[in-house]
């Protein structure tokens, strides 16, 4: 790497003309609640009671319902392990968490085994979508007497077409970086209660007038275990001498019911203070709503559903359920609409979901280098990490299109990386126990102390079971055996050569300058060297620095400092630190953005500051950096992804969100072509043009006769029209206060046109 002494724009340097780059530590994370945080896990997490309760049955008969209930009660104990995996204070993630317990080797199978979990999550989530659709489109048409049931490949044929579209839309979406929203997660699962209240009031009702039986208990013996069932097991007597086998074999079967739970750990850095409380109660939540939605269907669906009819149904169980109530039809035609319409959302936000994971995950692994910093090469236009998003989404329509539709088929696969996702992770937060001792807020129960050595009973246990689980699904499953097997040593060999290359080649970056990394815990004006009052300029992507230019261009060294920041955005990938090692938040994805921001203030002979923070919200990142740099003035880029205006909303609303001392900001967007926008941030008077300026001197020069011997001013009739306003608000007429300012706006916009 190259330095440049006795540069200009080296501002800031140790006396060795190697420009410094403040590295904050901490990051400014935008909190959440835990009914928030639930509900994101729960629209991945629910998604499987669309799908886990027929493809048990498929496999293990009727008694499927009491497995897919043992594995919803199961799932509180590994949540546990999570809880205890997110409350430890690791640096690095998941991948360095497992390296530091497990090795290198087995960190790389860990996370190649959560790869094939995320790249197979959106497949079968949008093919359910899918079949449910399917499903709605054959009762439709035979009930209006169109045509008779649609084939099998018909159905698939919609399943894999409705799944490609959805999983190439959200593709779309994560090339232009349009952020997740815990927003409309709360809203999708508000809408999900409702349906599954209407679902379980319907059943009950239905079971109570039929009379209907429970399934068979889960004995051995009550096992229908088929062929496909016992996989490379189908011609041993174990599972027959041994009535554990059996039951190990149901419970591998049914271990869908609680895929998703990874996902806690994702949004544990986004969950408010006190963190670790509200960690718990957002399990408690997630754990109680995913039991009595996912084991129900399954109940309800053996006890309503005739047997020879529900066989029809396995990939379209809640739609069978809906089609099979007491009612009349055109009323259980309806409420199946609406079961289509609620699954559609969730199953599709599980496809984001995936896409969103899986792009966090291979980040997080490219920043510990273990990925060349190839695969973040930020997109031209939209300066996402495009190549990583390309390749998940072509693996995963690949996989779309191999399944033909078939539900089955990815549940088998998608089985392999759930449980082996989280056996690793049992066995990685086990053998911290022991390599990095001392007090943690939070241990799975049952713990023993024996001569001041821990002995772990309760983490031990549910280790154990899920290893058994999947090793059972070894032998069960050959197909997913196979192909998880070969995914993940090809992902491991991937891995290791990307490493290998990175550490022989990680110096010969011959075009790019050398930095000092200097690591404050936070931003402040005394640590980047800039006055208060100065310009923050944020940058991200190397193909669009044009606004920096601008700011260079016009400002005169030694009247304002140019601090140029970079908000390194975190996903959602498992790791949930909030404190970062320098090597982890500037890599030579920012090397290559800082050394191009330098040499065009080299060119124009001024002087900037460099710092890189991290946040998991842009805007807010970006205000409250400023705000503890005591910045002025902001200048940002035009967004890519939305218009001027949205851009400057959604700048206002972060502002709004800041804490109760808000600074006013001068904001400015600069375009590619040179035009400018400015936005004051905070309360500050209005722009009037000169038309309101006349209209306001008319009216103060008409109303001062009126009030006359009063003296009154311009600024109190403003005064009085805004007391007006909000009176008619506080009356109860607001609606009509908006319709009139509505109407107002429509005109003017009128004016505004260009005439034809």
């Known amino acids: 790497m190259s330095s440049i002494p006795n540069s200009p724009a080296a501002a800031g340097s140790r006396g060795n003309g190697i420009p410094r780059v403040i590295v904050a530590t901490t990051a400014l994370l935008t909190f959440i609640s835990f009914w928030r945080a639930a509900a994101i896990v729960l629209n991945d997490l629910a998604s499987s009671a669309y799908y886990a309760g027929g493809e048990a049955e498929a496999y293990i008969g009727k008694t499927a319902p009491w497995f897919i209930l043992a594995i919803m009660l199961f799932s509180y104990a590994v949540r546990a392990v999570y809880v205890e995996s997110c409350s430890m204070f690791v640096r690095g993630g998941v991948y360095r968490a497992v390296k530091m317990s497990l090795g290198g080797t087995l960190a790389k199978f860990s996370v190649s085994a959560l790869m094939f979990d995320y790249i197979l999550t959106g497949p079968i989530s949008g093919v359910a979508a899918g079949q449910y659709l399917a499903g709605l489109i054959n009762d439709l048409l035979q009930y209006f007497h169109v045509s008779g049931p649609l084939s099998s490949g018909t159905t698939s044929f919609i399943a894999a077409s409705f799944a490609i579209v959805v999983t190439l839309y959200f593709w779309w979406q994560n090339t232009k970086g349009v952020a997740e929203s815990s927003e409309k997660a709360l809203h999708i699962m508000k809408l999900v209660t409702v349906m599954v209240v209407m679902l379980i009031a319907w059943c009950i009702y239905t079971v109570a007038v039929r009379h209907s039986a429970l399934p068979p208990w889960p004995h051995p013996r009550n096992l229908r275990l088929s062929t496909s069932a016992l996989g490379w097991l189908a011609h041993s007597s174990l599972p027959h001498m041994f009535g554990i086998i059996a039951i190990f074999i149901a419970l591998g079967h049914s271990v869908l019911a609680m895929s998703g739970e990874e996902s806690l750990a994702q949004v544990y850095r986004e969950i408010e203070s006190p963190k670790l409380p509200n960690l718990k109660k957002a399990g408690a939540v997630i754990f109680v709503y995913s039991l009595v939605f996912t084991s129900l269907v399954s109940f309800f669906a053996v006890m309503i559903i005739p047997d020879d009819v529900r066989q029809h149904f396995l990939e379209n169980l809640i739609g069978g359920l809906a089609m099979n109530l007491e009612g009349p039809l055109f009323?259980?035609?309806?409420?199946?609409?609406?079961?289509?319409?609620?699954?559609?959302?969730?199953?599709?936000?599980?496809?984001?979901?995936?896409?969103?994971?899986?792009?966090?995950?291979?980040?997080?692994?490219?920043?510990?280098?273990?990925?060349?910093?190839?695969?973040?090469?930020?997109?031209?236009?939209?300066?996402?990490?495009?190549?990583?998003?390309?390749?998940?989404?072509?693996?995963?329509?690949?996989?779309?299109?191999?399944?033909?539709?078939?539900?089955?088929?990815?549940?088998?696969?998608?089985?392999?990386?759930v449980i082996w996702s989280?056996?690793?992770?049992?066995?990685?937060?086990?053998?911290?126990?022991?390599?990095?001792?001392?007090?943690?807020?939070?241990?799975?129960?049952?713990?023993?102390?024996?001569?001041s050595v821990q002995i772990p009973v309760g983490l031990g246990l549910i280790t154990l079971v899920l290893f058994l689980i999947a090793v059972v699904n070894l032998f069960t499953k050959p197909i997913a055996t196979m192909a998880g097997g070969a995914f993940s040593v090809l992902l491991y060999i991937v891995f290791t050569i990307s490493e290998r290359r990175?550490?022989?080649?990680?110096?010969?970056?011959?075009?790019?300058?050398?930095?000092?990394?200097?690591?404050?815990?936070?931003?402040?004006?005394?640590?980047?060297?800039?006055?208060?009052?100065?310009?923050?300029?944020?940058?991200?992507?190397?193909?669009?620095?044009?606004?920096?230019?601008?700011?260079?261009?016009?400002?005169?060294?030694?009247?304002?400092?140019?601090v140029v920041l970079h908000v390194r955005l975190l996903r959602r990938s498992a790791s949930g630190e909030n404190e970062f090692e320098a090597d982890q938040l500037f890599g030579s994805i920012e090397q290559q953005l800082f050394s191009q921001a330098l040499s065009m203030a080299e060119k124009r002979g001024k002087s900037i500051r460099l710092a890189v923070v991290a946040a998991n919200d842009l805007?807010?990142?970006?205000?409250?950096?400023?705000?503890?740099?005591?910045?002025?003035?902001?200048?940002?880029?035009?967004?890519?992804?939305?218009?001027?205006?949205?851009?400057?909303?959604?700048?206002?609303?972060?502002?709004?969100?800041?804490?109760?001392?808000?600074?006013?900001?001068?904001?400015?967007?600069?375009?590619?072509?040179?035009?400018k926008l400015y936005k004051v941030l905070g309360p500050h008077a209005p722009n009037l043009t000169a038309n309101e300026v006349n209209l306001l001197h008319r009216l103060w020069l008409r109303f001062s006769d009126a009030v006359a011997p009063l003296e009154m001013h311009h600024h109190d009739v403003v005064h009085f029209a805004l007391e007006e306003v909000k009176k008619e608000i506080e009356e109860g007429h607001e609606d009509t206060v908006v319709s009139r300012l509505r109407t107002h706006l429509e005109a003017n916009q009128k004016k505004k046109a260009p005439k034809t």
């Open 422 to 451: 989280f056996a690793m992770n049992g066995l990685a937060v086990l053998v911290l126990r022991y390599t990095s001792p001392g007090q943690r807020e939070f241990q799975v129960p049952l713990n023993f102390t024996f001569r």
């Open 331 to 417: 009323a259980r035609l309806i409420f199946h609409g609406f079961v289509v319409v609620v699954g559609t959302l969730i199953l599709a936000g599980a496809v984001n979901t995936a896409i969103v994971g899986s792009n966090g995950v291979l980040n997080r692994v490219s920043e510990d280098g273990v990925l060349s910093a190839w695969f973040r090469q930020p997109h031209p236009r939209f300066g996402t990490s495009y190549r990583i998003i390309n390749i998940v989404v072509a693996l995963q329509v690949i996989t779309i299109i191999i399944s033909h539709g078939n539900v089955t088929f990815l549940a088998n696969l998608y089985a392999f990386g």
């Open 502 to 562: 990175g550490r022989r080649g990680g110096a010969a970056h011959v075009e790019m300058d050398q930095f000092n990394l200097e690591l404050e815990s936070e931003l402040t004006p005394e640590a980047v060297g800039a006055r208060p009052g100065n310009i923050l300029v944020p940058i991200s992507n190397h193909y669009a620095l044009y606004h920096l230019g601008n700011v260079l261009d016009r400002i005169k060294p030694g009247r304002r400092d140019v």
């Open 619 to 675: 805007w807010d990142g970006i205000l409250r950096a400023a705000t503890s740099l005591q910045s002025s003035t902001i200048v940002v880029g035009r967004s890519t992804k939305e218009s001027n205006e949205e851009q400057a909303r959604q700048i206002g609303e972060a502002w709004e969100k800041l804490g109760d001392q808000k600074p006013q900001f001068n904001l400015e967007i600069h375009l590619p072509n040179g035009d």
